[in-house]
């Protein structure tokens, strides 16, 4: 018997993806059903090579659903994901809305797998699981190899986000300004606050007290949250004209001594890690070679000399898949493999 699994949020970039990598995957799905609201009634999705229409998330019936991957936004998350984890449906949420609630796990599996366990030992569990902010995710998971091998001490990094981190019509802004820009017509400045084309923007969420943005501030809490609460960790998050994929320059302090041979050979055995580090031109991954791809590509490997213990590199992945909806689908495959959930009867 397979597992009946419902996406809420199917119409939008990761929820589309959420789709494709079930099928991908071959998910043990007997059913997957798509989930909008009542404005996306009637839409088609693909599922591999079925199509799927859209139905009202108002009006599914979750006690007959076993996994419900939630991937509309946190207003929609806050409403119905304790509903749906009351009905006995699990609840793997991409939003930000439950993770730094004390009672819900934050996941990355090649990360801290083991907390599942625990969780759902857990009686009185609130039965939703959390996904983290895309650009902690890939870094979370070069981190963790590196942290069990010499003890971060601290990380200083810098990202380059993807448009598509903000959602399609960040993705169309983009384009549609490009083609103003090639075209000499004017250029909209609508979901970004500069213009986003042939530009970067060092803005991403809204700012806070202290200066930092919240996007920075979750990367904080949320690598203290699934590696390490003693590890520092200091974030400049930046936008970038990219479509698809960020990037990451990340510099680490360790308490004990790691040379960069060591670091290559560690990454180069670690789950979710692909080292592509040739000292010449295009030795390296960009974010046109990680779309698409599943993996924390990682390149630029070198000792930094301006601290003790220091090392600096190069970080790339797919934010729509490993910083999304396929750290979704694996969390769930990872209770599954560890036989932690089972379908209703």
């Given at each position: 018997?397979?597992?009946?699994?419902?996406?809420?949020?199917?119409?939008?970039?990761?929820?589309?993806?959420?789709?494709?990598?079930?099928?991908?995957?071959?998910?043990?799905?007997?059913?997957?059903?798509?989930?909008?609201s009542s404005r996306s009634l009637g839409t088609e999705v693909s599922y591999g090579d079925k199509v799927l229409k859209v139905q009202n998330l108002e009006h599914h019936d979750f006690s007959k659903t076993d996994i419900c991957l939630?991937?509309?936004?946190?207003?929609?998350?806050?409403?119905?994901?304790?509903?749906?984890?009351?009905?006995?449906?699990?609840?793997?949420?991409?939003?930000?809305?439950?993770?730094?609630?004390?009672?819900?796990?934050?996941?990355?599996?090649?990360?801290?797998?083991?907390?599942?366990?625990?969780?759902?030992?857990?009686?009185?569990?609130?039965?939703?699981?959390?996904?983290?902010?895309?650009?902690?995710?890939?870094?979370?998971?070069?981190?963790?190899?590196?942290?069990?091998?010499?003890?971060?001490?601290?990380?200083?990094?810098?990202?380059?986000?993807?448009?598509?981190?903000?959602?399609?019509?960040?993705?169309?802004?983009?384009?549609?300004?490009?083609?103003?820009?090639?075209?000499?017509?004017?250029?909209?400045?609508?979901?970004?606050?500069?213009?986003?084309?042939?530009?970067?923007?060092?803005?991403?969420?809204?700012?806070?007290?202290?200066?930092?943005?919240?996007?920075?501030?979750?990367?904080?809490?949320?690598?203290?949250?699934?590696?390490?609460?003693?590890?520092?960790?200091?974030?400049?998050?930046?936008?970038?004209?990219?479509?698809?994929?960020?990037?990451?320059?990340?510099?680490?302090?360790?308490?004990?001594?790691?040379?960069?041979?060591?670091?290559?050979?560690?990454?180069?055995?670690?789950?979710?890690?692909?080292?592509?580090?040739?000292?010449?031109?295009?030795?390296?991954?960009?974010?046109?070679?990680?779309?698409?791809?599943?993996?924390?590509?990682?390149?630029?490997?070198?000792?930094?000399?301006?601290?003790?213990?220091?090392?600096?590199?190069?970080?790339?992945?797919?934010?729509?898949?490993?910083?999304?909806?396929?750290?979704?689908?694996?969390?769930?495959?990872?209770?599954?493999?560890?036989?932690?959930?089972?379908?209703k009867a």
């Amino acid at each position: 018997m397979g597992f009946k699994v419902a996406v809420v949020g199917a119409t939008g970039n990761v929820g589309r993806e959420m789709l494709s990598i079930l099928a991908e995957r071959a998910f043990p799905a007997d059913d997957v059903v798509a989930l909008a609201s009542s404005r996306s009634l009637g839409t088609e999705v693909s599922y591999g090579d079925k199509v799927l229409k859209v139905q009202n998330l108002e009006h599914h019936d979750f006690s007959k659903t076993d996994i419900c991957l939630m991937s509309a936004g946190s207003t929609v998350s806050k409403d119905w994901s304790p509903k749906i984890g009351a009905m006995g449906c699990l609840v793997i949420d991409n939003s930000s809305c439950w993770r730094y609630d004390e009672r819900v796990p934050l996941i990355v599996p090649e990360v801290n797998a083991d907390v599942l366990n625990r969780f759902m030992a857990d009686p009185n569990r609130l039965n939703i699981i959390a996904n983290p902010n895309c650009s902690t995710a890939q870094l979370v998971v070069a981190l963790k190899p590196l942290h069990d091998k010499a003890t971060i001490k601290r990380v200083v990094v810098a990202t380059y986000q993807s448009v598509s981190g903000a959602g399609k019509d960040a993705m169309d802004e983009l384009f549609n300004q490009s083609r103003a820009i090639f075209s000499a017509t004017d250029v909209k400045v609508e979901k970004f606050t500069k213009r986003i084309a042939f530009n970067v923007i060092p803005h991403i969420d809204v700012f806070l007290d202290d200066g930092y943005t919240k996007e920075e501030w979750k990367m904080v809490v949320e690598t203290k949250k699934i590696l390490d609460p003693k590890i520092k960790l200091t974030a400049t998050c930046v936008r970038v004209p990219v479509f698809i994929a960020h990037s990451e320059a990340v510099n680490v302090e360790f308490e004990n001594p790691i040379t960069a041979d060591e670091a290559r050979a560690i990454l180069r055995s670690a789950p979710g890690c692909l080292v592509v580090d040739k000292r010449e031109p295009g030795g390296y991954i960009t974010p046109h070679e990680a779309a698409g791809e599943d993996a924390t590509y990682i390149s630029r490997i070198r000792e930094d000399s301006t601290v003790e213990n220091g090392l600096a590199f190069w970080c790339v992945s797919d934010n729509l898949r490993k910083g999304a909806a396929l750290n979704a689908i694996q969390i769930a495959e990872a209770l599954i493999n560890r036989k932690l959930l089972k379908p209703k009867a």
